[in-house]
């Protein structure tokens, strides 16, 4: 049985209290049992405020099939999948880049980030006031802000620059109403997230105990920090933190397809895991493996969020990441399990696959016991290489260790394109390939090719969705060509 943090509390009762910003569908108790000042007496009250954020990225608007869709089917790595008429709702114009402002998964993702954020802003005003150890106080205001940072870096990535509520927002006060309702600038979202990334690596601990593994960490923060840096091409800055996180003691586990098992959760390479937890009651990633599971007879799941064929033939010969990543119709598993032929679609992401013989599972499909992997040591070397690149140093050790561990020889040409290659094999269906292509300058180029519909100077960016626009009456305005 996992020993990481009791993150699965059901202690919402605080957020009953204070939401102001309609995120209330987790609420399990009835806000007249207890008044705001007895919840916050409750001796876990500080925890509980805190692992109330963790909470949010196990619901399936923030972490699930909206998201896969907005964040792979959109990309060359990924098909729709499933049954040409099941279209998921939109993903089917997600696939194409076809979608729209009213399509529902960029609603969705924007809504549940907002909740995240909604939550992180409330442990954040609450905190202070709580009598607890200052070293426990300082450090949960720095879970807190890492989680917040981490809702909004998804946010700018998807929509450029959104409404910026640094705090719980007074609904008596038309200031703040405007405030939310009102697009901050990309600079100045980037700017609050990494305040908050920066003050977040200040007060987190490197590790924890077991009885926490999970929370977030310092390497964490800075992974993070250094990720954000790259998405606005901060090279020395991207150098510079990398080369702090690879001091903290992490390494590159032996095999890559260990990583992908229960048995890889937590191990020497992970640095920030969405946490899950699979015996009874389960509390796990809403629908996140269920529906990404082979579809048809002999399957197991809805089926979406295929691998293409464009991505399987990314890998080099013997390159052990492509079997990690890809099931294919027909093979055998690592537990022994056939893919029957008679599966409806050719490939399944196996980053998604949950053992019900060799793992923890009690009958229940939809929240499995299976982590998703959000922080890994890999994109830490690849974000170094690529940060020397630019900047100088040496990118080939890094770069190599990456491939030396799937197998493969040294890069016989250490140059962008050859990182670039790496991240995409290496971090396939980790929902980074459509804002790398973004940032890398090539995402119409690549896709174009792959007969996806980008046009320049547009998809660059999602839609803001129109169900916000709308509820903040007009105040909202659309990115171009939307």
Not at 16 to 39: K, M, R, Y
Not at 338 to 361: D, G
């Amino acid at each position: 049985m996992k020993k990481y943090m009791n993150i699965f509390v059901t202690g919402f009762a605080l957020l009953g209290f204070f939401s102001a910003c309609n995120d209330n569908n987790f609420l399990n108790v009835d806000p007249s049992i207890e008044t705001p000042e007895q919840a916050l007496s409750s001796p876990t009250a500080a925890t509980e405020l805190v692992n109330s954020i963790y909470n949010k990225f196990l619901d399936w608007n923030e972490s699930s099939f909206s998201w896969n869709g907005v964040s792979s089917i959109t990309t060359d790595d990924a098909d729709k999948g499933s049954d040409p008429g099941d279209t998921g709702g939109d993903k089917d114009l997600l696939d194409a880049l076809s979608f729209s402002s009213t399509s529902l998964s960029f609603n969705e993702v924007w809504e549940a980030n907002y909740q995240g954020i909604a939550r992180a802003n409330q442990a954040l005003k609450f905190l202070p006031q709580l009598d607890l150890d200052a070293t426990l106080k300082t450090q949960l205001i720095g879970e807190s802000k890492f989680l917040r940072a981490l809702f909004y870096f998804r946010l700018v990535r998807m929509f450029g620059g959104v409404p910026l509520i640094k705090s719980v927002p007074n609904i008596q006060n038309q200031d703040d109403i405007n405030a939310a309702n009102t697009r901050a600038t990309k600079q100045e979202v980037y700017d609050f997230i990494m305040a908050d990334l920066a003050e977040a690596a200040t007060n987190l601990p490197i590790n924890y105990g077991s009885n926490d593994l999970g929370r977030a960490t310092k390497g964490a923060a800075l992974t993070l920090l250094a990720k954000v840096n790259m998405y606005q091409g901060n090279w020395q800055n991207v150098k510079d933190l990398t080369n702090q996180v690879m001091s903290l003691g992490y390494s590159l586990t032996t095999d890559y397809a260990d990583i992908w098992k229960e048995i890889g959760e937590n191990n020497s390479e992970s640095i920030f895991e969405i946490q899950a937890r699979g015996e009874t009651p389960n509390k796990g990633v809403q629908g996140y493996f269920v529906s990404q599971g082979a579809r048809g007879a002999g399957g197991w799941g809805w089926g979406f969020n295929t691998p293409t064929q464009n991505l399987a033939d990314a890998y080099e010969p013997n390159d052990a990441r492509k079997d990690a990543t890809i099931i294919f119709r027909g093979e055998t598993l690592w537990d022994g399990l056939l893919v029957a032929n008679t599966v409806s679609n050719p490939m399944y992401n196996q980053k998604a696959y949950v053992s019900k013989t060799n793992e923890t599972f009690n009958g229940n499909d939809w929240e499995s016991n299976k982590n998703i992997r959000v922080l890994r040591y890999a994109e830490v070397l690849l974000m170094n290489a690529e940060a020397c690149l630019k900047v100088g140093g040496d990118a080939a050790t890094p770069l190599n260790a990456v491939r030396n561990r799937a197998g493969l020889g040294n890069a016989p040409v250490v140059d962008e394109m050859a990182v670039w290659k790496e991240r995409r094999v290496e971090l396939a269906f980790e929902h980074d390939r459509y804002f790398d292509l973004v940032r890398q300058g090539r995402a119409g180029t690549v896709l174009r090719a792959h007969g996806k519909n980008f046009v320049d100077g547009k998809n660059e960016l999602f839609p803001i969705p129109q169900t916000q626009i709308a509820l903040s009456g007009g105040l909202l305005i659309q990115n171009p060509g939307y």
